[in-house]
């Protein structure tokens, strides 16, 4: 036994490392496995784990244009909710974020396969994640099979995330359920505030934003 141990200072821990659950990083190192071994995949899953949001602007277009097609001022509610939802969340998340304060998986893992920009932000929860998961249950609220869309594109940006090196499976699956609780949970309070504006809207000028042209 070394006779300095009990007098050594303690060794100090590095701040915050982010420490990944043995479960968590085991999925990571498997998917990541994955994705070195299928490099004809990789353009595809970087362009949309970098830019597969914009198909979620695009549903929540369609939820829109569906929604003033019907003159369904709840589904309508609902659909700009959704869109509002993912902001909410997103700035939830930057707080818990900032909190949990998660290292990203390549900075506990330098031998990790990543196929976009490092970042030196936080890892947990998933801001991609997140806007989707809201985007996918304001959808859902409105019209159940965009909603079903939205949630399996939603998956995809999940595990894309991963793929690319960005992100643990962890963190991806808390982004997901946060955005969608957060949508959820809001939303009859957001309805009770969006529904007299938007009735008040298709009585106004601008009502062709909420409801069909008159023939």
Known sequence: MSSTGSSAAPRRRPARPGKAEPV???LFRTVNRLAARTGWAHPLFIAYAKYGVVLFAALLLAGWWLARRRAD????ASVIWG??????????AQQIGHAVDRARPYAVM???????????????????????GAVAAGLWLAYRRLGAIAAGLAL???????????????????GLLLGAAITVAL???????????LGRLAQSPLRNLVVPRRA
């Open 187 to 197: 939303q009859p309070v957001a309805a009770r505030i969006l529904r007299p504006l």
């Open 83 to 92: 869109g509002a939802g993912a902001l909410v969340a997103l700035g939830v």
């Open 156 to 174: 995809v940006m999940a595990f894309a995330r991963v793929y690319v090196g960005a992100h643990y499976p962890g963190d991806v699956a808390a």
């Open 110 to 132: 330098p031998a990790a396969h990543v196929l976009i920009a490092r970042t030196s932000d936080f890892s947990f929860p998933s801001d991609h994640a997140t806007a989707v």
């Open 73 to 76: 001022v709840d589904g309508m």
């Open 24 to 26: 968590d990083a085991s």
